[in-house]
C-alpha cells in the first residue's frame, strides 16, 4: 500500500475546488485474516484515488478499538485519508473528548458524528445519557476545534449521516429536516447519507433541505446489490431501504440466479451513479462491505479508471 501523504488537502475545500468526491466506506475486521482480507481489497480500492474514507464504529465498545487501529494505520500506511465514524452511544463528554485528542495526534482530519444504535439487549444506564442526539456530539467536537488542540488551526471536519428515504425514528419529516438542520447549526460541515435505490428519493432530500436553509454539500450513499440474500440484509441495516417496483423486475427476472442478481445490481447501481453525476452531486459514498469488485466494476461501467477521471 502507498505510504499517506504529509499534508492532505482539507475536505472542506474539496468541495469547493472539485464537481464531486468520491469515497468507500470499511468497517473494522475481527480476525486477523479477516483484516488481510481487508487490507487486499484495500490496495485495489487505493487504485481508484478516493477523496477519503470512513471507517465505522461499533456501539457499546464492541468494535471501538478496532475502529480506531484501523483508522490509524490507513492513515499512516496508505495514500487513503481515513474518517472515522463516532457515536453517541455509551459516551461521557470526558471520553468524547480523549477520543478527539487521540484522532488529533494521529493527523485525522475529518469525523462522521453520528446519534448510533444502542447496544442490542442493552441493560445498562441510558446510552444517550450524555449525548442525546449527533447535533449534542456535533457541538462537542466543534467546541475541541475551537480549543486550539488540533494541529490544523481548523480543527476536524465534521460530517453527519442524512436520511433521503426519511428516518426511521423520526416518521415526521418536518422534525427530521429540523434535526437536520439543528446538527448543520450546530457545525456540521458536509452530509453522507444512508443508502437508497431511487434518486428521486435523494433529489427531494436535497431539495427540502435547501428549503430549510441547509447548504452544505449532501454526499449520496450507494450500496450496489450482490446477492439475493444481500438485499435482505442491506435492508435491515438500512433500517428499511425500499426497493424500487422497477428494481424488484429486475431482480425477479433472474429467477434466483445469484449471477443475475448481482449484474442487475451493480448495473442499477452504476446508473444511479451516472445519474447522480449529471445532477451535480455533491459526491458519492460507496458502501464496500470491505470488498472492492462491485464499486471497481461500478468505476469501470462509468468508463474511467479513478475517481480522478469522474470528479
Known amino acids: 500500500m502507498t505510504p499517506a501523504s504529509t499534508s492532505p488537502v482539507d475536505i472542506r475545500d474539496l468541495f469547493a475546488q472539485r464537481k464531486s468526491t468520491f469515497s468507500f466506506e470499511f ?3 475481527k480476525t486477523p485474516e479477516a483484516a488481510e482480507e481487508l487490507y487486499r481489497h484495500i490496495a485495489d480500492l487505493e487504485k481508484l484515488h478516493p477523496t477519503f474514507v470512513s471507517v465505522t464504529y461499533g456501539a457499546g465498545g464492541s468494535t471501538r478499538d478496532l475502529t480506531h487501529q484501523l483508522v490509524v494505520r490507513l492513515n ?26 487521540k484522532y488529533a495526534e494521529a493527523g485525522i482530519t475529518k469525523i462522521l458524528a453520528l446519534r448510533g444504535d444502542a447496544p442490542k439487549n442493552w ?12 447535533s449534542d456530539l456535533v457541538r462537542a467536537i466543534k467546541k475541541f476545534n475551537q480549543s486550539g488542540r488540533h494541529p490544523n488551526p481548523r480543527g476536524f471536519a465534521i460530517a ?11 416518521p415526521n419529516r418536518v422534525l427530521e429536516i429540523e434535526r437536520m438542520k ?14 437508497f435505490f431511487d434518486n428521486h428519493d435523494f433529489y427531494d432530500y436535497r431539495d427540502r433541505c435547501a428549503l430549510a436553509g441547509i447548504t452544505i454539500p449532501i454526499v449520496a ?24 417496483a422497477p428494481l424488484l423486475r429486475a431482480m425477479n427476472r433472474t429467477r434466483g440466479d445469484e449471477g443475475g442478481a448481482r449484474r442487475v445490481g451493480v448495473h442499477w447501481a452504476t ?6 453525476l449529471d445532477h451535480r452531486v455533491a459526491g458519492l459514498h460507496f458502501y464496500t462491505l470491505n470488498r472492492s469488485t462491485a464499486t471497481k466494476e461500478i468505476y469501470a461501467s462509468l468508463g474511467v479508471e479513478s475517481s480522478l477521471s469522474l470528479g
Open 27 to 29: 468497517f473494522p475486521p
Open 76 to 101: 499512516s500506511q496508505t495514500a487513503l485519508n481515513p474518517m472515522p465514524h463516532l457515536t453517541c452511544v455509551c459516551h461521557d463528554e470526558a471520553q468524547i473528548d480523549a477520543i478527539l485528542q
Open 123 to 134: 441493560t445498562g444506564e441510558d446510552p444517550y445519557k450524555h449525548f442525546k442526539y449527533a
Open 160 to 170: 453527519v449521516a442524512g436520511f433521503p428515504e426519511g428516518h426511521p425514528d423520526t
Open 182 to 195: 439543528a446538527k448543520v447549526d450546530e457545525g456540521a460541515d458536509f452530509i453522507v447519507t444512508q443508502l
Open 221 to 244: 450513499g450507494i450500496m450496489p446489490i450482490t446477492s439475493l440474500s444481500g438485499m435482505k440484509r442491506m435492508a435491515e441495516l438500512a433500517l428499511g431501504a425500499r426497493y424500487p
Open 271 to 276: 446508473e444511479q451513479c451516472r445519474d447522480l
